[in-house]
């Protein structure tokens, strides 16, 4: 189903490859959901720094968290960040070395996040980020306490300036490789799966079976 469509500024414009940008608000939706780890990119005394961190959405909004004590996470407020996000589906194997590539969905978000003072909305952002990572534990597990919340930082990113990029299909090889038929070409996919839950050395005899949501995610894709 096709949303707004996102509105491109200057930087969230794809100038290389455009006609793997998508427009639809809804592709960027889908990425998001997909991935599991972003990358954000922030500048610490001067310097660009890229981290990997988990995060969750909800809506218009993609909450990440930290530690109160991080020093990235300090860095990500009153100035603009970056947020991306890749999946990759498969290498893209052609005749020629030149135009090898890989079939990808990818997110690149642009914005200045605010820090999220509530109580009310940082165990929401908590909650988001918790069910985003691991579906179902939210209900399942002890909620963070006082003195856990009091060592958490959560900030929450606007998805008002975004870009997504779109790869799909085989090589895009030259005619003249094409005919002299020189090498094999073609998509070798990539897909992941779950594996089967490994319980903790100090569960108790009556845990060692994993619940219902754990085993369920672990039967299905990843």
Known sequence: MTRTPLSPT??????????????????????????????????????????????????????????TGALSLRHTLDTDICVAVTLVDGIVYARSVFHFSAN??????HGRARLVESEEER?????????????????????????????TQ???????????????????DEPEDIESDIAWAGVLPLTRHWGAPVPSEDLSPGWVDAPAHIRDRSASPA
């Open 123 to 151: 165990m929401h952002g908590l909650k988001v980020l918790t069910e985003h990572m691991a579906p179902g534990s939210w209900q399942h597990s002890r909620l963070p306490s006082a003195k856990e919340m009091a060592k």
């Open 10 to 67: 200057p930087r969230s414009t794809i100038k290389r490859g455009k006609k793997r940008a998508v427009a639809d608000r809804a592709a960027l939706d889908a990425v998001l959901d997909a991935g599991l780890i972003c990358h954000l990119s922030v500048v610490i005394d001067g310097a660009p720094v890229v981290l990997p961190t988990g995060y969750g959405r909800d809506g218009n909004t993609l909450y990440l968290h930290g530690s």
């Open 154 to 172: 959560v900030i929450a990113l606007p998805l008002d300036e975004a870009a997504v990029k779109i790869r799909t299909g085989g090589p895009g």
């Open 104 to 109: 990808y969905r990818s997110a690149v978000v």
